[in-house]
Nanobody
Framework: QVQLVESGGGLVQPGGSLRLSCAAS????????IGWFRQAPGTEREGLLC?????????YYTDSVKGRFTISRDDAENTVFLQMNSLKPEDTAVYYC?????????????????WGQGTQVTVSS
């Protein structure tokens, strides 16, 4: 059974950092592209970043996190990370990781098939 579990969320002050983890079970994560998304209350889900399996290259889905967020993977740990720096109050949201793209590549669609349950990130002083 494909399962993704996010962790690492919490309360952080503006300007602070957090690193979110996306742990996979039921499949070998290193064969698949993995994406990170977020959803704030009353808003649509927003795509953030995606990392490919083939070469570890990444794609930003939004400019709002460029220069602040990065994505990486540790295939030995079957985990993908989202490093978030210079956090702002508007980054407050539930953050999700996902996999199962039809093309299994970040340059394709964002129609992910499998999703984690999400982890809450709150940026506030």
């Amino acid at each position: 059974q494909v399962q993704l579990v996010e962790s690492g969320g919490g309360l952080v002050q503006p300007g602070g950092s957090l690193r979110l983890s996306c742990a996979a079970s039921g499949f070998t994560l290193d064969y698949y592209a993995i994406g990170w998304f977020r959803q704030a209350p009353g808003t649509e889900r927003e795509g953030l970043l995606c990392i490919n399996s083939s070469d570890g290259s990444s794609t930003y889905y939004t400019d709002s996190v460029k220069g602040r967020f990065t994505i990486s993977r540790d295939d030995a740990e079957n985990t993908v990370f989202l490093q978030m720096n210079s956090l702002k109050p508007e980054d407050t949201a539930v953050y999700y990781c996902a996999t199962g793209l039809p093309e299994n590549h970040c340059s394709g669609s964002q129609e992910y098939r499998y999703w984690g349950q999400g982890t809450q990130v709150t940026v506030s002083s």
